[in-house]
């Protein structure tokens, strides 16, 4: 057991140094390094929502050369500053996101505004021909849900993906199975933090 052990905490470290590395390039990679993908690979996308997880999104984004942002949306003038200047590019800007989904040069929306916005805005851009990244939840309230899924059967050729934090990440899922196989020994209880260097509060206009 003890071997079984030690096998499965380097395993956990090994995963744990790779994953450190994604992100590292991540936030520093230049993937023009690899090639531009041809024009018509490239997906047009617009970001509904460019306040603080918009422009986390963004930053990121702007490093990849398979996607180009051409529209950004925010109520709130500030934020749709603080969004052309995380992107680095030019992209059209609106206050109203319907007018974004008019567009028929825009392939994708993300969408990261306030969780009651959520549905609906998915649904809208759903119905406007687009692909949808949604921020978790998925919708505020429980009816919302069922027309979510009536819409996204609607359009089986469209993509939604809802963006569950850290769902996907490889820490989480190397330390799952470190707990599956008994590496920690038996769980009887789990207590966890989380911890950012920043405020919650916006900056009042």
């Given at each position: 057991?003890?071997?079984e052990?030690?096998?499965?905490?380097r395993?956990?470290?090994?995963?744990?140094?790779?994953?450190?590395?994604v992100?590292?390039?991540?936030?520093?990679?230049?993937?023009?390094?690899?090639?531009?993908?041809?024009?018509?690979d490239?997906?047009?996308?617009?970001?509904?929502?460019?306040?603080?997880?918009g422009?986390?999104?963004?930053?990121?984004?702007?490093?990849?050369?398979?996607?180009?942002?051409i529209?950004?949306?925010?109520?709130?003038?500030?934020n749709?500053k603080?969004?052309?200047?995380?992107?680095?590019?030019?992209?059209?800007?609106?206050?109203?996101?319907?007018?974004?989904?008019?567009r028929?040069?825009?392939?994708?929306?993300?969408?990261?505004?306030?969780?009651?916005?959520?549905?609906?805005?998915?649904?809208?851009?759903l119905d406007?021909?687009?692909?949808v990244?949604?921020?978790?939840c998925?919708?505020?309230?429980?009816p919302?849900?069922?027309?979510?899924r009536?819409?996204?059967?609607?359009?089986?050729?469209?993509?939604?993906?809802?963006?569950?934090?850290?769902?996907?990440?490889?820490?989480?899922?190397?330390?799952?199975q470190?707990?599956?196989k008994?590496?920690?020994?038996?769980?009887?209880?789990?207590?966890?933090?989380?911890?950012?260097?920043?405020?919650?509060?916006?900056?009042a206009?």
């Open positions: 057991m003890d071997g052990q030690d096998v499965t905490r395993d956990f470290l090994k995963a744990a140094s790779a994953a450190t590395g992100l590292a390039l991540s936030h520093i990679g230049n993937t023009s390094m690899l090639g531009s993908p041809p024009p018509g490239v997906v047009r996308y617009g970001v509904i929502g460019t306040g603080t997880q422009c986390n999104l963004l930053r990121f984004l702007s490093t990849m050369a398979e996607g180009r942002c529209a950004t949306c925010d109520i709130y003038p500030p749709l603080k969004g052309i200047e995380t992107i680095g590019s030019n992209p059209q800007t609106y206050q109203d996101y319907r007018q974004l989904l008019d028929k040069d825009l392939d994708a929306v993300l969408i990261c505004t306030p969780l009651n916005l959520h549905a609906p805005m998915v649904i809208a851009a406007a021909g687009k692909h990244f949604v921020e978790q998925m919708f505020l309230k429980e919302e849900g069922e027309q979510l009536k819409t996204a059967e609607a359009h089986p050729k469209q993509v939604l993906q809802v963006g569950l934090q850290r769902r996907s990440s490889a820490l989480y899922k190397v330390a799952m470190m707990v599956r008994g590496a920690v020994g038996r769980v009887l209880f789990v207590r966890a933090q989380w911890h950012l260097n920043s405020v919650w509060r916006p900056a206009c």
